[in-house]
């Protein structure tokens, strides 16, 4: 049973290897990823299933409907009376099985069904729409979760580049200390600078790490799948284009395609036939019934094999009930409809805030980028200054503060910017496959070096 072991030892460090192997994600990698495994969107393909099967149910009013109805009763003894002088008279057997088959058809029924029915067409459609807008939500949820992955990296990368500097400014410093230039004070601020910075390096790894276990989240995958994350596309370009430029025609195309105001219209449309669906219960039902007798009770009167009929259902007085059921219909109708208009300005006032933060952010970028170009000149010449016996160490410990603080600011602001433009996108209702086929375009570019 050796080779057994040895073979179950194998196979376990293969699956263990397997298990570590690192997934390669990128911007369109995100969100194919979680529009394939997000579990919220398993719960809206449900919801549409089911709004097929209730249109499915619905339909089946129309069809013939085929009973059958099988029975046996034992009497104590056969069915007699007796009769004066004529002696004792059966009519029945003590064994009776009775098989029957009903068949209804239904005529006509005031507009029920066929409103009944349009309502489940409209749930169906209400139903598409709200998978659609939370298929947009994932998408978008998994962009933002992406691109805060390379903000944690940006930071981590300003801290590295920081732990760099200060480290070779402390080799300078116990350099100029053993040629008498530097003093003692100097080189232990320095190492308690370096040892400073080595902490922050710490935690931005821990937010990188952090970073990658939300976007993992964001992919409908667990927090702990190894992720290799590529910058395609890197933070400081944008995988938006072809975004509105104006505010009006921001809130036009949103007002165009938002699924939430399909679904309100769909829902209005469904409780418009609601009142009709209503207002059927005051006209006739009319429907057709053939039955067959393959076995009758013996006890019953002879009436033949089958029977055929029409039934008439008028509904003469129930007490105000259908009214209500109007009533209520039509309430819904107006209550659906003012939603609509709340919903309307609801989106108008969502792109505006959209709109203007991602020109804010826009005009942020900017700024931070006029701020690091400052910074750097400044630790540079600070540094020189140093060296030269003009400038303090403390002088180059806040030049260099100075530094990482704008060059943190211009990640963060490139971060918000494609977060922006991410919400943005959501906004105005756009779908995830233009934007997965908008990055499958830059790609193609990308590797054909145009």
């Known amino acids: 049973m050796k080779w057994a072991s040895h073979l179950l030892i194998v196979l376990l460090s293969l699956s263990s290897v397997s298990a570590q192997v690192e997934k390669t994600v990128d911007l369109a990698t995100a969100v194919e990823t979680a529009l394939k495994f997000h579990p919220s969107l398993r719960a809206y393909d449900a919801q549409i299933d089911a709004a097929f099967a209730k249109r499915n149910q619905v339909k089946a009013g129309f069809a013939p409907k085929l009973d059958m109805v099988v029975s046996y009763t034992q009497l104590h003894r056969a069915p007699s009376f007796t009769v004066a002088n004529m002696g004792t008279i059966v009519f029945g057997e003590k064994d009776n099985p009775q098989i029957s088959w009903t068949l209804k058809i239904p005529v006509y029924t005031g507009g029920k069904l066929e409103g009944m029915l349009r309502q489940a067409e409209e749930g169906i459609r209400v139903a598409e729409r709200n998978s659609e807008r939370q ?11 992406y691109f805060n992955v390379l903000k944690a990296r940006g930071f981590l990368k300003v801290m590295e580049d920081k732990l760099r500097a200060l480290r070779s400014q402390r080799d300078d410093i116990s350099k100029m200390l053993e040629q008498g230039v530097a003093t003692r004070a100097d080189l232990l601020r320095a190492e308690a600078a370096v040892a400073a910075a080595q902490e922050e390096l710490t935690k931005a790894r821990n937010i990188e790490a952090l970073s990658i276990a939300a976007l993992a989240n964001a992919m409908g995958l667990h927090p702990n799948e190894t992720l290799k994350v590529e910058e395609f596309p890197s933070i400081t370009e944008t995988a938006f284009p072809d975004l509105p430029a104006s505010l009006e025609a921001a809130i036009n195309e949103a007002l165009r395609q938002r699924p939430e105001i399909s679904v309100l219209e769909a829902q209005l449309k469904t409780a418009m036939e609601g009142v009709k669906v209503a207002a059927s219960e005051q006209k006739p039902q009319i429907g057709l019934i053939l039955q067959y007798d393959a076995e009758r009770q013996t006890v019953m009167p002879d009436m033949g094999r089958w029977l055929a009929g029409l039934m008439l259902t008028l509904n003469l007085f129930d007490g105000g009930s259908t009214k209500a059921a109007m009533e209520q219909a039509k309430s819904q109708v107006k ?12 989106i108008a006032l ?6 203007l933060n991602l020109s804010s952010a826009k005009e942020r970028v900017k700024a931070a980028q006029q701020a690091v170009a400052a910074a750097e000149e400044g630790a540079r010449l600070v540094r020189l200054g140093y060296q030269n016996g003009v400038n303090t ?9 100075e530094l990482t603080s704008a060059q943190t600011a211009l990640i963060a602001a490139y971060a918000d910017l494609r977060i922006a433009e991410a919400q943005f996108w959501l906004a105005l209702g756009r779908s995830p496959e233009a934007l997965l086929e908008k990055l499958s375009r830059k790609q193609k570019k990308e590797v054909n070096g145009l």
């Open 135 to 145: 298929r947009q939500k994932v998408a978008m949820e998994a962009a933002i979760a």
């Open 393 to 401: 160490l403390t002088d180059f410990l806040s030049a260099l503060s």
């Open 350 to 355: 969502e792109v505006t805030n959209a709109f």
């Open 335 to 346: 209550q659906i409809d003012a939603a609509i208009t709340e919903l309307r300005n609801a």
